[in-house]
Every structure is written in C-alpha cells, then in structure tokens.
C-alpha cells in the first residue's frame, strides 16, 4: 500500500452491540451497588464493534511474552528514511518495533544538527497509563467501575449519575475544556482545577451512558481520583505504580510545569490557538514523555497481563464505542481499537493501541494484529505516526 493520503487516513483510523452496562461478566472491583439508572440514559450511538476472541488476547499475550533482545534490522532504517523523506515537516522522529520473537529494533532522528532526543511527548497516549492506574485499583478493591462521580467531585454536571467507567470510556457527556476557544488561546501552564472550571461551566452534552465523546475532561477527573485513593500526586502514583514496577527508566509522568530532560519539543508549524500551552497541562490526560522503546514495552506489558490481571486487560477492551468525530476507530478503557479496513479495504490489520496529539507533536502505539509486532511512533513537526508505523510494519506481512 503507497504511502498516500489515503493510506495515511487508513493508518489514522485507530482502528454487534455488546451487553448492557450492567451485564458484563468480569468479576472485577467490590461487589456493590449496581449502576446508577436515574438520570442515566441507554447507549444510542452509532453500534459497537463486535468484541474481540479470548485467542485473540492469547495470541497477544504469547507476542508479548518473549525477552526482548536489542537487533539492528536495516529494513526498519530503510522504511523510516523513506517515511522521513515523504513528511518534510517532521522536525524529530523516534520508533520502535518488537517482533513476536522478542527481537527489538528502535531508532530516533532529527532534522537539525545536535544531539539526539531521548524522550518525546506521547500525549493522549497517556490515557492508557492513566487508566491502567484506575483498573489496578478496581482489581484491589479500592475503586469498583460503577463508583460514581460525586464521590470525588460533587460540583461536576451530573456527577450523581456519571460513573468511573463512563470516564474511562468517554461516554460521560462531559464538556471537553480542550474544545474551549477561551482556553485554547491562554498560553502557559493551567492547572487542572482551572481546566475542570472551564468544562462545568458548560452544559453537558448528553446524559450519561447515551452516547460517546471523546473529552480530556474525563482523565483529569480521573487523574484527581488517583491522587485520592494514592494520597500522592498523579505523576507520583503512576512513577511508582507503572514506571518503577517495570523498570521503564526512560519515561516520565510529568509534574506541573516540570521539564523532561533529552525531550523533544512540541515543533508546531506555525502559531494557532494551543500552540503555546505548556506541555504538563494534559495532567492525567496526557503529561507523559518517553522513549519508543519504553513505550513497545508498556504496551507489551499490557497485553501480557503484567500490570493487571487477564480480566483486567479484556475488560478494557469488552465494549468499543465508535469513535464519532475522531476517526472510523474504536474506543474501549483507555485503549483503541484500530480496523485499518474501515478506510482502506485492502488493509487486514487490526491494531490495540492509542495514539495522541498535540499542537507540534503526534504519537501512536499499537499491538499489530496480522505480525503480532509491537510498534510506537512520535514525531515533532508535522506527519502521521500512524503511517510511519504501518510503513514500518510492512515487510513483515509479507
């Protein structure tokens, strides 16, 4: 497939209904209450995606289950020149592939003279660290899914019927501050009371449960829920419980207005409202730098059950809400789910994983269903991520 503006939105596209809210067979969290139902409202979005095989988790977990052994892999300096060479605007680039077999193959680029960046902005990626946090606390029984709102945050719109799956999932109705012109042109760093100001301020945009919309007002809540169950600060919580467990000494959950040495910097390609918001802003929506290679492996370790229980993982992934106004992907727990068909019909692959994006940065990383490869792309500048990866990937679906 050429590296077109259509391959590139079928890279993009990270990507029959499942049960009812109440119905999903996981024994997860405290046996409590169930759902909240007044001032709840039943799904009527567009269908979900049909739910992945056990086999399918299993075949993911054996991927994941190998030693990784540094490699060098010409093919893979080959494929990232030649995505180099078709996005004049990227300013820095890092990658990162694991084959099935545990061999690993990472690299980083940059167009100006100097040193190479260690680390870079992965933005809305890190949801997925945000939300593995929450599922660690549902396994030990300190937090259960159908928790409500009001618990934490009784001031937010409908925070009696919100529950903390629907801010997982991004089916609260929330108001997203990210959305708010005002906002948006204030540079500098804003804390997430101020951004949690910004989206009660607005009227919620449907009942919860109803439908889906993708809202970083969902994480920052769930960022401050961390720090109330951890009693330490969100960055903190997830250092220990994510970044210390698994020896990833190349990523860093970044504290309020703290700088990330060997980081990359956001190379927006001219100046528009966002472009001068400080990089710790996202809080739990999306603060975290780090390598490619550090990335591979958090998504490794994600899938082979190492951070929460196999229960854990497929929970996660057990109901996929179409992407509306996103992308043709779907939306689980703090995971995406990628049907690269659904823009290009010639595309088999289905990738598990997230990708994210800011003013000057963008990143993506995925579990590549057809090679069982694990893949992670950022970038400063301007490019697609997503292409790289799937460019990248691409000799090993041969």
Known sequence: ??????????????????????????????????????????????????????????????????????????????????????????????????????????????????????????????????????????????????????????????????????????????????????????????????????????????????????????????????EAVDGKPWHEALAQRIAARRDLDDTIFIAPQGRVDGLAPPAPSEAAPGTADDISTPYAAGAVAASALDMVRFWRDLLADRLTGSEATRRRFYRLYPMSGVGPGHYGLGVMVSDLSAVDPAAEDVWLGHSGGLPGAKAVVAYSMQTRAFVAVALTGEGSPEATAHLLLSDLRR
């Open 1 to 226: 497939m050429s590296f077109s503006r259509r391959a590139l939105l079928s890279a993009i596209a990270l990507a029959a209904p499942a049960p009812a809210f109440a119905q999903w067979p996981f024994g997860l969290g405290r046996r409590g209450s169930p759902p909240p139902k007044e001032g709840r409202a039943d799904y009527a979005g567009a269908p979900l995606r049909q739910q992945l095989g056990d086999w399918q988790f299993e075949i993911a977990k054996a991927a994941a289950a190998s030693r990784l052994q540094p490699v060098i892999r010409d093919v893979y300096e080959v494929r990232l020149n030649e995505a180099i060479g078709k996005m004049p605007g990227v300013r820095a680039i890092t990658a990162a592939v694991a084959e099935p077999n545990g061999s690993v193959w990472t690299q980083a680029w940059r167009a100006d003279p100097g040193p190479l960046p260690t680390r870079f902005h992965w933005a809305s990626v890190g949801k997925a660290y945000t939300a593995t946090a929450i599922m660690q606390m549902v396994e030990a029984g300190q937090l259960s899914l159908t928790d409500t709102l009001e618990r934490w945050a009784p001031s937010m719109p409908n925070a009696q019927w919100i529950t903390l799956e629907d801010l997982l999932a991004h089916t609260s109705g929330l108001y997203g501050f990210q959305a708010d012109d005002t906002l948006r042109a204030t540079p500098g760093y804003k804390t997430s009371e101020q951004l949690l100001a910004v989206a009660a301020a607005h009227p919620p945009l449907f009942p919860p449960g109803a439908n889906w919309s993708y809202s970083n007002t969902n994480y920052v809540l769930l960022g401050q829920i961390i």
